[in-house]
């Protein structure tokens, strides 16, 4: 084998807690993680030259070592000491700094193209090792579907197929820091925390409507006050018939889960009508773990 493409899919949050601020700096968290249908598209093959190259089709993504599918290739290149180099030809549709794990996903995915290309034969888990490397949201988009994040993100267990549901995923033209978030969060005795252990039973039940309404992400008390769009878009979704609506990861991305496509449908016409914003995407849940 001397080239690969493989799908890099996005991950939302149904659930994002923080418990606390550890003594190193890092949060301890409590997430649902689930994959979507909206990928980037990766294309790698082999070269003879002894070099890592990396081309996008965004201008201002970096094509070095701040690149984290450039880390990936460089991680496994030299602890496996590989002749040769690789070509990465990365098409990015997940939206950009938008809470929605893109350049976790995109290393993840050389990680695993890599592995194929060069038969190194890693196992998923030693691939999820190595990736806690690049970046804590790394294991999981080498694991994909639904799955319980703690820790600072990097223990995972993974958890039935959440039923599926159309989402409609709505990103306004914000940047939201992720570092500013987690340093403006206050969290105290009235802080209110999703219901995490319900929406996991909600899961375990099959049941969209009340894994929906026990959705929730405590870093919104941040975001939202700092860019009020975010909430305008919840609440254009509820409006429009979403069983409920919440920002992924830091942001600005939201969210919205619905009951039946044609409601989505309406709630994604009125966005584009009131110009909240241009990247809008109707999708649904990715489950299959053994798809690469």
Avoid at 29 to 57: A, C, F, G, H, K
Avoid at 81 to 87: M, R
Avoid at 240 to 247: E, Q, S, T, Y
Wanted: charged share 25%; hydrophobic share 40%; proline share 5%.
């Amino acid at each position: 084998m001397n080239e690969i493409s493989l799908k890099a899919l996005a991950k939302i949050n149904l659930g994002l807690d923080v418990l606390r601020r550890r003594e190193d700096g890092y949060h301890e968290v409590r997430m649902v993680m689930q994959t979507i249908r909206l990928y980037d598209w990766i294309q790698m093959r082999r070269i003879r030259q002894p070099e890592i190259r990396v081309s996008t089709n965004l201008y201002y993504l970096p094509c070095n070592e701040n690149n984290l599918v450039y880390k990936a290739a460089k991680l496994l290149m030299e602890e496996f000491q590989i002749s040769g180099g690789v070509a990465i030809d990365l098409k990015k549709r997940i939206p950009v700094a938008a809470g929605m794990a893109g350049g976790s996903s995109d290393a993840a995915a050389a990680l695993f193209g890599l592995n194929l290309l060069f038969r190194l034969r890693l196992s998923r888990q030693q691939l999820m090792k190595r990736g806690v490397k690049i970046g804590a949201d790394v294991p999981y988009c080498i694991l994909r579907g639904t799955a319980l994040a703690e820790g600072i993100g990097e223990e995972l267990t993974a958890l039935p197929p959440a039923p599926k549901c159309p989402v409609l995923v709505v990103k306004p033209p914000i940047s939201v820091s992720t570092k500013w978030v987690y340093e403006n969060l206050r969290l105290g005795e009235d802080t209110a925390h999703p219901d995490i252990d319900g929406l996991l039973a909600a899961i375990e039940a099959q049941d969209a409507e009340q894994m929906a309404q026990r959705m929730g992400n405590v870093l919104e008390t941040v975001t939202i006050p700092r860019y009020p769009v975010i909430q305008e878009i919840k609440d254009v979704m509820k409006q429009n018939g979403a069983m409920n609506a919440i920002m992924s990861g830091s942001g600005p991305t939201v969210f919205g889960l619905f009951g039946d496509k044609e409601a989505a449908e309406a709630a994604r016409k009125e966005l584009r009508a009131k110009e909240l914003a241009r990247q809008i995407y109707l999708t649904d849940f990715y489950n299959n773990r053994r798809e690469p």
